[in-house]
C-alpha cells in the first residue's frame, strides 16, 4: 500500500532549536476501499473560523499557522484525488487539531475508539464539537475485543479494511489510539500524542520541558500514558517493529515526507 505523510497543520514553536511543530496525517491507498485519511490536522472550517471552530484557548496555544493549502482535502486534490475518494477517516482522538478537518469529508465513514467517542461527543471542556456537528458516519471499537500485535493489546483491524489496525494507547484521552499500516518496507506505527517528542522513545531520552507540560494539562491517565509509552519503547527495539512517530514531531514528520 502506498502511504503518504502529510502535514496538515504547521503549529507554533516545538521547542528551541526545533522546527514548527507539525499535525503529522497519514494518507492511505487500499487496495480494499480507496483512500484513507489518518487524522485530519485542521481543515478549512478552521482557516475560515479560527475563533468559533478552534476556540481563543487553542489559538493561543497552539498558534496554528492556518493555510488552506496545508488543509489534507487540498492536499488530497493536488494529489489528483477528490475528497470524495477518502472513504474513511480514522481518528487517534478527537482534539481539535486532529479532527478539524472532518467536514471536508462529509461521506466519509469515521472510524474511532468507543471511549473517545463517549468522551468527545459532547464538546466539552477541552472538546470542542465543531468539526463533528455535521454528524459524521460513525464507526465505533470497544475496548474488550482485539489481539496481541508488538506487544500492544486490544489490538483491532478496522472494518472492511484489514490492512490497518487500530491500536489503543489510551491515557493522553479516554480512548486514544494509535493506528498501525503495513506498508511496502515494513509496519508503520502513527502515535498520534501517545507522546509529542521522538526523544521520548528514548530510555535515557530528554526534551523540551514545554511538550511535558501541554501533556499534562491534556492527558486524563498519566500511569496509562506512560505505560504505554514504554510499550512503544520496545516496540521501536523489536526485530521487525514498526517506524513509529508522534503527530507532533516536525522531525519525524521530515524524515517521512
Ligand atoms: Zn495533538
Not at 92 to 112: E, I, K, M, Q, W
Not at 155 to 166: H, N, S, T
Amino acid at each position: 500500500m502506498r502511504v503518504h505523510s502529510l502535514n496538515c497543520g504547521t503549529m507554533g514553536s516545538a521547542g528551541p532549536g526545533e522546527p514548527p511543530a507539525v499535525c503529522h496525517c497519514l494518507l492511505i491507498e487500499t487496495d480494499a476501499d480507496g483512500l484513507v485519511l489518518v487524522d485530519t490536522g485542521l481543515g478549512l472550517l478552521n482557516v475560515k473560523d479560527p475563533v468559533g471552530s478552534l476556540g481563543e484557548d487553542f489559538l493561543g496555544w497552539a498558534a496554528p499557522v492556518l493555510r488552506s493549502e496545508e488543509t489534507a482535502v487540498r492536499q488530497v486534490e493536488r494529489l489528483g484525488f477528490a475528497a470524495s475518494d477518502v472513504r474513511h477517516v480514522v481518528l487517534t482522538h478527537l482534539h481539535r487539531d486532529h479532527c478539524g478537518g472532518l467536514p471536508d469529508f462529509p461521506d466519509a465513514s469515521v472510524h474511532l475508539h468507543a471511549a473517545e467517542y463517549d468522551a468527545a461527543l459532547p464538546g466539552e471542556g477541552i472538546y470542542l464539537n465543531a468539526a463533528y456537528a455535521h454528524g459524521p458516519k460513525w464507526v465505533t471499537y470497544d475496548g474488550a475485543a482485539g489481539d496481541e500485535w508488538m506487544g500492544f493489546t486490544g489490538v483491532r483491524e478496522l472494518d472492511g479494511l484489514p490492512e490497518i489496525l487500530m491500536v489503543p494507547l489510551l491515557g493522553h484521552t479516554p480512548g486514544h489510539v494509535g493506528v498501525a499500516v503495513q506498508a511496502e518496507n515494513g509496519w508503520l506505527l502513527h502515535a498520534g500524542d501517545a507522546y509529542f517528542h521522538r526523544h521520548e522513545l528514548r530510555e535515557d531520552g530528554t526534551w523540551p520541558e514545554g511538550w511535558d507540560q501541554l501533556q499534562a494539562r491534556a492527558e486524563t491517565d498519566r500511569a496509562q500514558r506512560l505505560a504505554n509509552r514504554d510499550r512503544l519503547r520496545e516496540a521501536v527495539r523489536r526485530p521487525g517493529g514498526p517506524v513509529v512517530f508522534s503527530a507532533h514531531d516536525p522531525v519525524e514528520y521530515a524524515r517521512r515526507a
